[in-house]
């Protein structure tokens, strides 16, 4: 892996270059991407032409679609346990591979969340974030206090915002399923509106490397509700990832032949 | 970046291949590193023999010692914020992308911690983690909730505890600083003795690709005591950085001229 020293950033690659050609979809869970997979007719890379090194137990599916070139990674398998790899390493590590490896134009993070009714979230809605930040690296040091909590805005696309109509709110992240005390005390101070296990984590790394990403959420359960949250998460994550599927699909045929510029 | 395919897992080629020739050290914070850059007369990468990605902040000092090629590797400051890179995700990230291009025989994971006094840790003091955990990653879903734990015991050390007269105890890790009820819950479940912000999460990246890691903790504050974290912290960085660069120095001596199995 060659540092790509004499090159420019993704971001303005892309905006430069015409027409967005590569999209990487980075997704948390095999329940949530194996529709995606169906839906862009996508084929598993297979063991010889595994990008990622041995061990990583990171899964690619890639695959042609109106133009477009779609690599869809997901974190795999626990080595050991045979769950999915939730949570913010994980999909830290997947998509810092999948940009040195891949180059993509543009990442999508889709995914499930947490959605709070007394700022508009229901079950099913689809949201895309305007910022992110995490609720439980808490560091009382000043700056070190920014720096945990690291809130960014995400890429802007005004243009799929408003041809889409899907909300917009804020996305708060943590490594927890649950909320404690302290994540929601975080979460009220992040203004979030939905709540993840990853967001925070892949707008890190595409920040660091300068590659534009967007986040579409689709609330699978309502945390400041009276369901316990895992029991909602599971009932409801086959129908939301319905939901997810459709607006993911939404966003790709719109960005179909545009330029970064133009989301 | 090739996959190694064809190769062995490095603690197999380790243990196989006589003494240990490469190690590699990974540090969160630049006063943690900078002595023991000191010590082992180590120099910084040059921006042209970066082995890094472009836009990536981490850092790597470099040398030879006693017939081992030593690269200490730490996450760099934030590009925004300008504060140390701490935390899992960018410990993750830096270890990563270290296992990948430099194939070390051997990991040292070394840093300050908070340590439980009644437990045993006092200020100065220096652990070699048994085992480490998470205690800030709650999924209360049968499997998932022990993925979150992602409780493991690290490469067993006997004759470098024997010889060194450390303390061994149980390593926690966390990205808050602090400590919330919810943390202290999961940290007595997970019976540790110190708690950092990095260890579980190298330990994972470590195990996914075979390297075998050990983890050297140095104790700046009492969790469990009467004086805020934050303050304790901050007042003994400096000279308990100095009793960790003298027990990794031990280490590194102790490693020279031996297979992995020896240790």
């Given at each position: 892996m060659a540092p790509p020293s004499s090159?420019?950033?993704?971001?303005?690659?892309?905006?430069?270059?015409?027409?967005?050609?590569?999209?990487?979809?980075?997704?948390?869970?095999?329940?949530?991407?194996?529709?995606?997979?169906?839906?862009f007719q996508l084929v598993e890379a297979a063991a010889d032409e595994s990008i990622f090194p041995k061990g990583a137990p990171w899964t690619r599916y890639h695959g042609d679609y109106k133009g477009l070139h779609i690599d869809l990674v997901w974190p795999g398998k626990d080595p050991v346990l045979g769950v999915d790899s939730v949570g913010t390493v994980s999909a830290a590590l997947v998509t810092y591979a999948s940009i040195q490896l891949l180059k993509p134009d543009l990442i999508i993070n889709a995914g499930t969340a947490g959605g709070f009714k007394a700022r508009g979230a229901g079950i099913g809605d689809v949201f895309l974030a305007s910022d992110v930040a995490f609720h439980d690296r808490r560091i009382p040091i000043p700056v070190f206090d920014s720096y945990g909590i690291g809130a960014r805005k995400t890429f802007e696309?005004?243009?799929?915002?408003?041809?889409?109509?899907?909300?917009?709110?804020?996305?708060?992240?943590?490594?927890?399923?649950?909320?404690?005390?302290?994540?929601?005390?975080?979460?009220?101070?992040?203004?979030?509106?939905?709540?993840?296990?990853?967001?925070?984590?892949?707008?890190?790394?595409?920040?660091?490397?300068?590659?534009?990403?967007?986040?579409?959420?689709?609330v699978t359960d309502i945390v400041d509700g009276e369901k316990p949250t895992a029991e909602e998460f599971l009932q409801n994550l086959i129908s939301v990832t319905m939901a997810l599927d459709q607006a993911v699909m939404q966003v790709v045929d719109f960005i179909s032949g545009k330029c970064i510029s133009d989301l």
């Open positions: 090159e420019e950033p993704a971001a303005a690659q892309a905006a430069g270059a015409g027409a967005i050609s590569k999209v990487l979809v980075v997704i948390a869970m095999q329940t949530e991407a194996l529709p995606l997979v169906t839906r696309t005004p243009n799929i915002v408003k041809e889409l109509n899907f909300k917009v709110g804020k996305l708060s992240t943590g490594d927890s399923l649950d909320m404690s005390p302290h994540d929601e005390t975080a979460i009220l101070s992040n203004e979030a509106t939905v709540k993840d296990m990853e967001g925070a984590a892949v707008a890190y790394v595409a920040d660091l490397f300068s590659t534009p990403a967007i986040f579409v959420k689709a």
